[in-house]
T-cell receptor, first 115, second 115 residues
Framework: ETGVTQTPRHLVMGMTNKKSLKCEQHLGHNAMYWYKQSAKKPLELMFVYSLEERVENNSVPSRFSPECPNSSHLFLHLHTLQPEDSALYLC??????????????FGQGTRLTVV | AQKITQTQPGMFVQEKEAVTLDCTYDTSDQSYGLFWYKQPSSGEMIFLIYQGSYDEQNATEGRYSLNFQKARKSANLVISASQLGDSAMYFCAMREGQAGTALIFGKGTTLSVSS
């Protein structure tokens, strides 16, 4: 299997549930990202991991908790979410080599609905 | 202030015609990269083309070309000979400064290609 794989593709959860989104990349990249895509809004960067260390956290509420156990896997743990957290959550990876031409490769996303 | 501005929420084009999707950006960095992505209804973000701030030639990739006007801070995507499969959302993105920073995206343009 190649590329960036996200599971599950669709998730419906209640506001009191705890769930996790999983992202796996088979590209040998050393940086991984979580983005949130809501309707009619730009993609919002949530978290950045480089070499398995969190390097960026864009004022994301604590009900979202990322985890990067190794360079190939990234999780987003969810608990006590709100309906406005319903969105498409996209995972991406890239190879950071100290040059600018490093496009990010994206997974197909997890469509999350909070009820 | 927005870093990436895409002023066209929607564009319509007929098959085999060319179309230009606009993108302007805002940065004070001398070194940056500009990217275009395509997002079909399936949700996956597909990398199309890259332009570095020091590149003197406009980038081209098959039917995609990037009209880079540095002084105007614009990086428009030109799609030649449109096909029905080009119907999708198109996002302009930028990476500033040193590699290791994440992509910042615009709001996107929906392209509809008709026969």
């Amino acid at each position: 299997e190649t590329g960036v794989t996200q599971t599950p593709r669709h998730l419906v959860m209640g506001m009191t549930n705890k769930k996790s989104l999983k992202c796996e990349q088979h590209l040998g990249h050393n940086a991984m990202y979580w983005y949130k895509q809501s309707a009619k809004k730009p993609l919002e960067l949530m978290f950045v991991y480089s070499l398995e260390e969190r390097v960026e956290n864009n004022s994301v509420p604590s009900r979202f908790s990322p985890e990067c156990p190794n360079s190939s896997h990234l999780f987003l743990h969810l608990h006590t979410l709100q309906p406005e957290d319903s969105a498409l959550y996209l995972c991406a990876s890239s190879q950071e080599r100290g040059i600018m031409n490093t496009e990010a490769f994206f997974g197909q996303g997890t469509r999350l609905t909070v009820v | 202030a927005q870093k990436i501005t895409q002023t066209q929420p929607g564009m319509f084009v007929q098959e085999k015609e060319a179309v230009t999707l606009d993108c302007t950006y805002d940065t004070s960095d001398q070194s940056y990269g500009l990217f275009w992505y395509k997002q079909p209804s399936s949700g996956e973000m597909i990398f199309l083309i890259y332009q570095g701030s020091y590149d003197e030639q406009n980038a081209t990739e098959g039917r995609y070309s990037l009209n880079f006007q540095k002084a105007r801070k614009s990086a428009n995507l030109v799609i030649s000979a449109s096909q029905l499969g080009d119907s999708a959302m198109y996002f302009c993105a930028m990476r500033e400064g040193q590699a290791g920073t994440a992509l910042i995206f615009g709001k996107g343009t929906t392209l509809s290609v008709s026969s």
